[in-house]
């Protein structure tokens, strides 16, 4: 079965801290993806990746940037994090470009910024 | 720009019953549309893929039904047990542009 692990479960960080979410898969899968996910709101798209160091920006990546310097590891970084980036984060990976892949996600850090 | 609903937003019922869960998306012009499960505090699980030209798929007691001309999609679940508790979120795969569009979830709660 696919993995995909989120470093950490839960984070407490204070307002203009910078943050670093981490997430590993290993199933050499080309596609990488950060959600975030509010009550009542759904899963919203931060930003993707197609493959190693490439990145596009998603529905709402203001606030936050990404890394990908290897293809197992996709990293979320809030440059500056504010209390409205209070959220769970969701990891997902996909083996190719093609919504015929489902997408895997890990368990998600949930992230309270102080 | 496309809109996933899920009706209701929280659903409880008593075990063995059959139910059904609905989503609802406002452009037609999709690729496929999934059926997610979240247990708390946990990342989803992809229950069942839908492509465009298809009219359902079925996966054990779960039966998953796509209708694009109307914009509705339905999740039935026969047989419910408590172990079907979860929230289940449906994602609309966009045609244009690399994109899921996610529902908010129904919240189930299946009584012993």
């Known amino acids: 079965d696919v993995k995909v692990t989120q470093s950490s479960r839960y984070l407490v960080k204070r307002t203009g801290e910078k943050v670093f979410l981490e997430c590993v898969q290993d199933?050499?899968?080309?596609?990488m993806f950060w959600y975030r996910q509010d009550p009542g709101l759904g899963l919203r798209l931060i930003y993707f990746?197609?493959?190693?160091?490439?990145?596009e920006k998603g529905d709402i990546p203001e606030g936050y940037s990404v890394s990908r310097e290897k293809k197992e590891r996709f990293s979320l970084i809030l440059e500056s994090a504010s209390t409205n980036q209070t959220s769970m984060y969701l990891c997902?990976?996909?083996?190719?470009?093609?919504?015929?892949?489902?997408?895997?996600f890990g368990s998600g850090t949930q992230l309270s910024v102080l | 720009k496309q809109e996933v609903t899920q009706i209701p937003a929280a659903l409880s019922v008593p075990e063995g019953e059959n139910l059904v869960l609905n989503c609802s998306f406002t452009?037609?012009?999709?690729?496929?549309l999934q059926w997610f499960r979240q247990d708390p505090g946990k990342g989803l699980t992809s229950l069942l893929l839908?492509?465009?030209?298809?009219r359902e798929q079925t996966s054990g007691r779960l039966n998953a039904s796509l209708d694009k001309s109307s914009g509705r999609s339905t999740l039935y679940i026969a047989a419910s047990q408590p172990g079907d508790s979860a929230t289940y979120l449906c994602?609309?795969?966009?045609?244009?542009?690399?994109?899921?569009?996610f529902g908010a979830g129904t919240i189930l709660r299946v009584k012993s």
């Open positions: 994602a609309c795969a966009l045609e244009y542009g690399n994109k899921l569009v």
């Open positions: 997902a990976s996909r083996l190719e470009d093609s919504f015929n892949e489902k997408l895997f």
């Open positions: 990746s197609y493959d190693v160091k490439m990145k």
């Open positions: 839908i492509q465009s030209s298809q």
């Open positions: 199933m050499d899968h080309e596609n």
């Open positions: 452009d037609s012009a999709i690729y496929n």
